[in-house]
Nanobody, 121 residues
Framework: QVQLVESGGGLVQPGGSLRLSCAAS????????MGWYRQGPGKERELVAH???????NYADSVKGRFTISRDNAKDTVYLQMNSLKPEDTAVYYC???????????????WGQGTQVTVSS
């Protein structure tokens, strides 16, 4: 089993910044990808950003140039630096990881518990 612990959410004014963290632990052989999703009020969950093999990144158009995803392989932790936040960024942010638990095993998807980000004056 794999556990994900998220932190860093909160209330921030428009134009402000927050940094989210998600630490993975447990039965991990390798992490193929790590990412962040969000679900705003009355909306479906959407991809915000993900990072593959610690190098290749992909962002939603709505956050390009404002958010940066990064990964610390030694700590099995993924970060999301969010700058120039807007009210429309308000959502619950979820961490997701794709993990192999042993050599040759299938890849399993795990989700964090979610952390609330509220952008409001």
């Amino acid at each position: 089993q794999v556990q994900l612990v998220e932190s860093g959410g909160g209330l921030v004014q428009p134009g402000g910044s927050l940094r989210l963290s998600c630490a993975a632990s447990g039965r991990i052989f390798s992490i193929n990808a790590m990412g962040w999703y969000r679900q705003g009020p009355g909306k479906e969950r959407e991809l915000v950003a993900h990072i593959i093999s610690g190098v290749n990144t992909n962002y939603a158009d709505s956050v390009k140039g404002r958010f940066t995803i990064s990964r610390d392989n030694a700590k099995d932790t993924v970060y999301l630096q969010m700058n120039s936040l807007k009210p429309e960024d308000t959502a619950v942010y979820y961490c997701n990881v794709l993990v192999m638990t042993s050599p040759g095993s299938p890849t399993f998807s795990y989700w964090g518990q979610g952390t609330q980000v509220t952008v409001s004056s």
